[in-house]
């Protein structure tokens, strides 16, 4: 009798395991560091054209501030008065000898109705007159506007802050900071308008003053505008250079562009025939580390004037605009 197994043959199939080989592995390891560090690069590469954005739009942003209150005060050197006072034909002070007796020196003085002058003195500082400079710290010319101060009031007011009482023919009178905005006795009694203010009506003038400050601001290169009757006050900081050139106008009607200095040397002098002004600003950026690099470039043209910078890892750039005084083409 025949006897058969019945135990069944078990069979067990192994179960195939797949993975990543070292080679794999590396070139995996490879790919990915190539792609962080572009992912890296672009960032880095993103951040300094940011930067360098926000340098240029800062730059930008001071260039336009100082140019409008340079060309808001300028425009208006040599105004009369809307009276049109005879015998003002000056519309820069340019030297100490030449400021009036009633206004020259320190000491307080009165206006009309014996009120007195407005605490920042109505004459400017005898450091304040008109040059090149050479003759300043080398970082800019000094430029002061002259002009008259109309009465902002109406006729019989001593005062206006209240604005029924405003004067709306009064077109002047404040300087540069906004000394005498205020409209209050000292802008009445101190303007031209011989009733109420000063005896001698061209003894009315306002003085605004744009210089570079130095000593403890020479670091930020800081753009001052000083007025007679407000002070003085920061315009724009990282200013690196100012410069001014004045358009002369000739005999033949043609106008010749010529340094402070040579306007005073001139024999007569020629201030009365300036009928513009051009301006030329080096500004840098704020920050002193902005380029990576050193760079190669050392010297900078504003108008015909080459400035030699030292901070080599700011940015410059230059700005230069032409300032027309209505007020003098009219009368020339």
Same mark, same amino acid.
């Given at each position: 009798m025949k006897r058969y197994n019945n135990h069944k043959k078990l069979s067990f199939s192994k &179960?195939?395991?797949?993975?990543?080989? !070292?080679?794999?592995?590396?070139? &995996?390891?490879?790919l990915g560091l190539f792609v962080v560090g572009?992912? +890296?690069?672009?960032? +880095?590469?993103?951040?300094?054209?940011?930067? $360098?954005? &926000?340098?240029?739009?800062? $730059?930008?942003?001071?260039?336009?501030?100082?140019?409008?209150?340079?060309?808001?005060?300028?425009? @208006?050197?040599? /105004?009369?008065?809307? %009276?049109?006072?005879?015998?003002? =034909?000056?519309?820069?002070?340019?030297?100490?000898?030449?400021?009036d007796p009633f206004t020259r020196g320190s000491t307080n003085r009165s206006c009309g109705g014996g009120v007195t002058m407005h605490t920042a003195g109505m004459a400017p500082g005898s450091n304040q007159y008109t040059r090149d400079s050479n003759n300043v710290t080398g970082r800019g010319d000094v430029l002061t506007a002259v002009y008259l101060a109309d009465n902002p009031c109406k006729a019989g007011e001593t005062s206006c802050t209240d604005s029924s009482k405003v004067n709306p023919k009064a077109m002047i009178y404040t300087d540069c900071t906004g000394g005498g905005a205020t409209r209050d006795a000292q802008a009445v009694?101190?303007?031209? =308008?011989?009733s109420v203010g000063m005896t001698e009506s061209i003894q009315a003038k306002l003085y605004s003053t744009f210089y570079l400050g130095s000593g403890s601001d020479a670091e930020k290169r800081t753009l001052y505008c000083q007025g007679n009757r407000g002070g003085a006050q920061p315009l724009a900081e990282n200013i690196e250079y100012l410069q001014f050139l004045y358009g002369v106008k000739t005999s033949s009607g043609?106008?010749? /562009? $010529?340094? &402070? =200095?040579?306007?005073?040397?001139?024999?007569?002098?020629?201030?009365? %025939?300036?009928?513009?002004?051009?301006?030329? !600003?080096? +500004?840098?950026?704020? %920050?002193?580390?902005? !380029?990576?690099?050193?760079?190669?470039?050392?010297? /900078? +043209?504003?108008?015909?004037?080459?400035?030699?910078?030292?901070?080599?890892?700011?940015?410059?750039?230059? /700005?230069?605009?032409? @300032? %027309?005084?209505?007020?003098?083409?009219y009368r020339s």
């Open positions: &179960a195939r395991q797949s993975g990543f080989t !070292l080679v794999e592995l590396l070139l &995996a390891s490879t572009g992912v +890296i690069t672009s960032f +880095i590469g993103t951040k300094d054209s940011e930067q $360098m954005r &926000a340098a240029v739009s800062e $730059m930008d942003s001071n260039a336009r501030t100082a140019i409008e209150v340079l060309r808001r005060s300028i425009s @208006i050197a040599g /105004y009369a008065g809307m %009276n049109a006072i005879p015998g003002f =034909d000056k519309p820069f002070y340019s030297a100490v000898d030449e400021l009694r101190c303007s031209t =308008d011989k043609a106008v010749e /562009y $010529m340094k &402070a =200095d040579d306007v005073e040397g001139a024999t007569p002098k020629l201030w009365e %025939n300036v009928i513009s002004v051009r301006v030329g !600003l080096l +500004i840098r950026s704020s %920050n002193k580390n902005l !380029l990576k690099k050193p760079s190669t470039k050392e010297r /900078y +043209i504003l108008l015909d004037r080459s400035v030699e910078v030292s901070d080599l890892q700011r940015l410059y750039k230059v /700005y230069t605009t032409t @300032i %027309n005084l209505p007020n003098r083409t």
